[in-house]
């Protein structure tokens, strides 16, 4: 189970090796992406909260980038953050998510991104549900639930 500790020092001194790595050029994302996951799954946008019906949807499932296809989340991590985010506690598994410090907007927070393709996801914070208490804040169009 990773732990903020973890995300730290993954942030700090680099993050897992990905299972696999998807390199494609910007051009290739902006067409073949809708307008609004390209802007913020690779110009890291954020989505209006309480934008997306996933936010209250906790239905068995798992996750995939909607870039890439990598796994990314199961719905047994799911929580409702009541922050207008699809929130969850772990990712998949430990390379699935990769993490940079982001000092934009006058903060610090944790950037999570997709490991395979490096697609924004949203940010991990450190004020999520026991045992971890992560809370990955994902932008919903960031991800897709595999039916």
């Not at 993954?10 to 494609?24: D, M, Q, T």
């Not at 499932?61 to 990314?72: D, F, V």
Request: charged share 25%.
């Amino acid at each position: 189970m990773l732990t903020w500790k973890d995300v730290l020092d993954f942030a700090k001194n680099g993050s897992p090796s990905p299972e696999n790595k998807v390199l494609k050029s910007d051009d290739y994302w902006k067409n073949h992406l809708e307008p609004e996951v390209y802007q913020i799954t690779r110009k890291k946008g954020t989505e209006m909260p309480f934008s997306s019906e996933m936010c209250h949807s906790f239905e068995a499932g798992k996750y995939q980038c909607a870039c890439c296809e990598s796994l990314l989340f199961d719905s047994s991590e799911k929580f409702d953050s009541r922050t207008g985010w699809p929130s969850f506690s772990q990712p998949i598994n430990d390379q699935a998510v990769a993490y940079h410090k982001d000092v934009s907007f006058g903060m610090t927070r944790i950037e999570a991104l997709c490991n395979t393709c490096d697609a924004h996801l949203g940010h991990v914070f450190e004020d999520g549900p026991p045992p971890s208490g992560l809370r990955f804040c994902i932008n919903a169009l960031s991800i897709q639930k595999i039916k």
